[in-house]
């Protein structure tokens, strides 16, 4: 399925943003990582399996946090994706928005919020990240994680930030790797694994620009199937997302 075949059909999609549940964490995260891809992705489409391998090959990277988001808007043309949700597709408009075009595809990557590129071209991932990563503030926040009896702990220490900002905390459960027959649609008997598949996500808190900590219940964010975890702080709001400010991930085992 190409970009521009995406575009065109994407072009009329609409749907509303939503949030949904999390999971915990039993050490702390890795502590600087200098980037945070999201891939838009769906098993009904015939181009996302190279971008879905490299999400697979970023995640062994500790200093990129990769994400897959499958999207739910291809379910008609023949396979309905067992991993989409329609609140990705959401995510993914509302990047657009921000930006002012409707390039909707798939597969598409966002690297730390703020630049969109085909999530099948490494080199332009890559070009993406490190772009980025030289911008003020991006993912200059220092976030970490760790598990207290019952409770997973979040901090978010500012005093080494040097200018004050604002954004949104999320919490997203992630399964590392889930590999999925199909049986219809343009990729009809294969077998693909798709990478750190996010399968839910919530709203910790805003971040004000302070140093503050914030605890979510283990019990309110186990999920079956899930074995990690992410906690991400984003400049702006769910409907305006902005650039990734700081981020951790944690194994759960």
């Not at 085909?118 to 760790?146: F, Q």
């Amino acid at each position: 399925m190409s970009a521009m075949m995406a575009y065109n059909c994407i072009s009329r999609w609409s749907g509303a943003l939503g949030v949904c549940a999390i999971v915990a964490v039993i050490r702390p995260a890795h502590a600087d990582p200098r980037a945070v891809v999201e891939l838009f992705t769906s098993q009904g489409c015939s181009s996302c399996p190279p971008a879905d391998q490299i999400v697979g090959e970023l995640a062994k990277d500790p200093s990129v946090i990769a994400l897959s988001m499958p999207v739910d808007y291809w379910d008609y043309l023949g396979w309905k994706d067992t991993l989409a949700d329609s609140r990705f597709s959401a995510r993914q408009k509302a990047y657009s928005h921000v930006r002012g075009d409707r390039n909707l595809y798939t597969p598409q990557m966002i690297v730390n919020g703020s630049v969109q590129v085909i999530g099948s071209d490494r080199a332009a991932i890559d070009g993406a990240i490190k772009t980025t990563s030289k911008t003020e503030g991006v993912m200059s926040l220092p976030v970490t994680m760790t598990l207290s009896g019952k409770l997973l702990n979040v901090s978010v220490d500012a005093s080494k930030v040097p200018t004050a900002g604002r954004g949104e905390i999320w919490l997203c459960s992630v399964s590392k790797a889930v590999p999925i027959s199909i049986g219809r649609g343009e990729n009809r008997g294969q077998q693909i694994t798709y990478y750190n598949v996010v399968r839910s996500l919530v709203k910790v808190g805003d971040w004000n620009g302070s140093s503050g900590s914030w605890t979510v219940p283990l019990e309110n964010i186990s999920r079956e199937g899930v074995d990690g975890a992410v906690v991400y702080v984003q400049d702006g709001s769910r409907d305006k997302p902005g650039a990734m400010l700081g981020a951790a991930y944690t194994a759960l085992r």
